[in-house]
T-cell receptor, first 108, second 114 residues
Framework: KNEVEQSPQNLTAQEGEFITINCSYS?????LHWLQQHPGGGIVSLFM???GKKKHGRLIATINIQEKHSSLHITASHPRDSAVYIC??????????FGTGTSLTVIP | NAGVTQTPKFQVLKTGQSMTLQCAQD?????MSWYRQDPGMGLRLIHY???????DQGEVPNGYNVSRSTTEDFPLRLLSAAPSQTSVYFC?????????????FGPGTRLTVL
């Protein structure tokens, strides 16, 4: 059983489309993180959420604590957004549960 | 700042060999950790450290050792490599302990054990 489930696993979109990636979790959490892993392998942190909504450029992340669900939205998608997006939930202490990632390909 | 650096970027080992994966950060972060990433699985925590001289096991510690003699460095040692340790390894650091802190990841080390 995976404590963090992401959907979809793979996503292909046309440039300009609005994209949504979902993350559901089954444990109580302290914080939820969205990470981006580029094709070259590097991982960067996009957002940390404990409630509500955050926006950075074309990226928006929301979390619903009661429903144990978070979404990552990308508006006006671009080929450079092609990457794997990973949801991670803080399980207390210093440890995280990680989702297996959503692989996004944006076609020009 | 260089951020989190890892060496080597790629490594091929034979079964039974030992090696050390290096990780260093120049951000004066307290918390450092090692993860492995395998196809179809989320990142899994191997070992972590909450400060110099303090280390603890994560989810998959068997076959790995760590030490933290300085704030900057957190090497991961493979004692006797096995094919099951073929993976991509990431080192990460954050300013403080607790999962509210942004994690900074190194570029990864791709290890193949034959």
């Amino acid at each position: 059983k995976n404590e963090v489930e992401q959907s979809p696993q793979n996503l292909t979109a046309q440039e300009g489309e609005f994209i949504t990636i979902n993350c559901s979790y089954s444990v109580g959490i302290s914080a939820l993180h969205w990470l981006q892993q580029h094709p070259g392998g590097g991982i960067v942190s996009l957002f940390m959420l404990s409630s509500g909504k955050k926006k950075h450029g074309r990226l928006i992340a929301t979390i619903n604590i009661q429903e144990k669900h978070s979404s990552l939205h990308i508006t006006a998608s671009h080929p450079r957004d092609s990457a794997v997006y990973i949801c991670a939930v803080g399980r207390g202490g210093n440890q995280f549960y990680f989702g297996t990632g959503t692989s996004l390909t944006v076609i020009p | 700042n260089a951020g989190v650096t890892q060496t080597p970027k790629f490594q091929v080992l034979k079964t039974g060999q030992s090696m050390t994966l290096q990780c260093a950060q120049d951000m004066n972060h307290e918390y450092m950790s090692w993860y492995r990433q395998d196809p179809g699985m989320g990142l899994r925590l191997i070992h972590y450290s909450v400060g110099a001289g303090i280390t603890d096991q994560g989810e998959v510690p068997n076959g790995y050792n760590v030490s933290r003699s300085t704030t900057e460095d957190f090497p991961l040692r493979l004692l006797s490599a096995a094919p099951s340790q073929t993976s991509v390894y990431f080192c990460a650091s954050s300013y403080s302990t607790g999962t509210y802190n942004e994690q900074f990841f190194g570029p990864g080390t791709r290890l193949t054990v034959l």
